[in-house]
């Protein structure tokens, strides 16, 4: 107790550099804490990124491939999945429900999905949360479209702005004699339905339905006012969302869909798919841990610093503490307790401006990014941490108190010029 009281009153008499250096330990505590909550904040959200989905079909390929271009609208489907494949597969006795994926076409960058109203019932994100509407309604017309909230904000759309539909992902050619109506714009969800224009499968059969080998045919030409007579129903989807009547039937519908014997088709659990392919990214995580752990060890390192340079204006000090009956020990002990003191009260202060910062601007994180940011007590990993560092900054004061402990009496009592 001697020696806490003692270590207080030294700090005391130093406290411009003990603040600074308390400052310099909570910012770099608080930046780990940050990166951490950022990166299992991140995680959370790429798990979530669909949810409440038993089962992803499509095309035989691999099942990452499938999730990207399913879910995350990256590369393109191998073959499709006919028609009569999706009804079998949609009237299996265990399925509750489906969704049909409809991709191919594109708009300005962004891709263009084809599928039913209820997708936005279906799709699910974040531990089950619902896509919502900022403005409008789910398409209804043929050609009405439901924009991603970041297609919307791109581009500059409002509600009725007309839109034209190019052909393809990388291509020049539209379909400007079908020109489609914005009925609806989505919340922002920091998913790929951010980035996704949404329409109706018939709308998709509509504007290719005088096309052919990539191309409008001119024997063939028909116009947006007749193609509403004609027959839309889709000839084939990229892919499609599977809802189970009993999550016990998942398996066993996955294994019927990768053996059916019409189309070599593939069946994937979307939350394996996604952990696979977090493994391939996960790389940035392990970068920016590793960063912010080097940001905490230059603060240690400055407090270790902080201490030895207050050695030589301190000498006297020590010698007295010596000559009163202090022992060796007891000055290296006077030491490590206030390195023990600066990185306890550093710790506790990064802590506390971390949760402000969070409590502030995680609303707007959110709204912004689509990143969900916990306000939840630190984990038991996160404790684990803060346990370290405090231990690193002990341990780091460990030179200069010894250092100190080699002080001899005459030493400090001797006057340098």
Request: aromatic content about 8%.
């Amino acid at each position: 107790m001697i020696l806490l009281r003692l270590a207080l009153k030294s700090l005391r008499n130093r406290w411009i550099t003990a603040v600074l250096t308390v400052l310099a330990a909570a910012l770099s505590v608080a930046l780990f804490l940050g990166v951490e909550k950022i990166r299992t904040g991140a995680k959370a959200s790429f798990a979530d990124t669909i949810s409440g989905v038993d089962l992803i079909v499509g095309a035989r390929s691999g099942g990452v491939q499938l999730l990207l271009y399913s879910v995350f609208r990256i590369g393109n489907a191998t073959n499709n999945v006919t028609w009569e494949s999706y009804q079998d597969i949609a009237a299996l006795d265990a399925v509750d429900w489906a969704v049909p994926l409809s991709l191919g076409d594109s708009h300005r960058g962004f891709r263009v999905l084809g599928t039913t109203t209820e997708y936005f019932d279906r799709y699910r994100y974040r531990a089950g949360r619902s896509l919502a509407f900022r403005e409008g309604r789910r398409f209804e017309g043929l050609f009405d479209a439901v924009l991603g909230a970041d297609v919307a904000v791109a581009l500059g759309y409002g509600l009725g702005d007309p839109i034209i539909v190019a052909h393809g992902i990388a291509s020049f050619t539209e379909h400007d004699d079908k020109p489609f109506r914005v009925a609806g714009i989505l919340a922002k969800t920091g998913t790929p339905v951010d980035r996704t224009v949404h329409v109706s499968l018939e709308a998709i059969e509509a504007i290719h339905i005088d096309w052919q080998s990539g191309a409008r045919d001119p024997s063939r030409l028909v116009t947006a006012e007749a193609v509403r007579d004609m027959d839309l129903t889709p000839k084939a989807v990229t892919a499609a969302m599977l809802g189970m009547k009993s999550r016990l039937a998942t398996f066993r519908v996955q294994r019927a869909i990768n053996e059916y014997a019409e189309k070599p088709l593939l069946a994937i659990l979307p939350g394996v798919a996604l952990q696979e392919l977090w493994d391939l990214v996960g790389v940035a995580e392990t970068a920016l841990t590793g960063v912010s752990a080097m940001v905490v060890a230059a603060a240690l390192v400055g407090m270790a610093t902080m201490i030895f340079a207050s050695l030589n204006e301190r000498r006297r000090e020590m010698a007295i503490l010596r000559a009163v009956g202090a022992r060796p020990r007891t000055i290296m002990a006077l030491l490590m307790t206030e390195a023990a003191i600066l990185s306890a009260v550093g710790i506790v202060a990064g802590a506390a401006l971390l949760y402000l910062a969070l409590a502030i601007a995680r609303p707007y994180v959110d709204a912004a990014f689509g990143l969900y940011l916990p306000l939840e007590p630190p984990a038991l990993r996160e404790l684990l941490s803060l346990a370290a560092i405090f231990g690193a900054g002990v341990a780091v004061s460990l030179l200069p108190a010894l250092h100190a402990y080699r002080l001899s009496i005459a030493d400090g009592m001797t006057v340098r010029t």
